[in-house]
């Protein structure tokens, strides 16, 4: 199997419970972000309405959190195109 199959048929992390080892970067219905530590970097997730809808990974827990508002901020003007019709 080559690797684009592999990251095709990956399951996407599920949204985290109270209970996991995770730092929330982000809560603004009806986006929350999530940052995890692996030690040799942060892994950050964000879910709409609790499904994964972007993923990526930074090397600091700053980073990880303005990665995250600098998708956000994609996210949002997209919506706010999409409201206008522009879309």
């Given amino acids: 199997m080559d690797l684009l199959a592999n990251i095709k048929s990956a399951t ?3 949204f985290p419970d109270a209970s ?4 929330k970067l982000y ?19 964000i879910y709409r309405d609790r499904k994964l809808v972007q993923e990526g990974c930074s090397l600091t827990l700053d980073a990880s959190r303005r990665a995250v ?3 956000m901020a ?14």
Avoid: C, I, K
């Avoid at 809560?27 to 972000?33: E, F, L, M, N, Q």
């Avoid at 994609?74 to 879309?87: E, H």
């Fill in 27 to 45: 809560d603004v219905a009806p986006y929350t972000a999530f940052g995890e530590d692996l030690d040799f970097m942060w892994r950050w997730t």
């Fill in 69 to 71: 508002e600098h998708v």
């Fill in 74 to 87: 994609f996210f949002n003007v997209s919506a706010a195109r999409v409201g206008q019709g522009d879309a």
């Fill in 20 to 23: 996991a080892p995770v730092t």
């Fill in 12 to 14: 996407p992390p599920p």
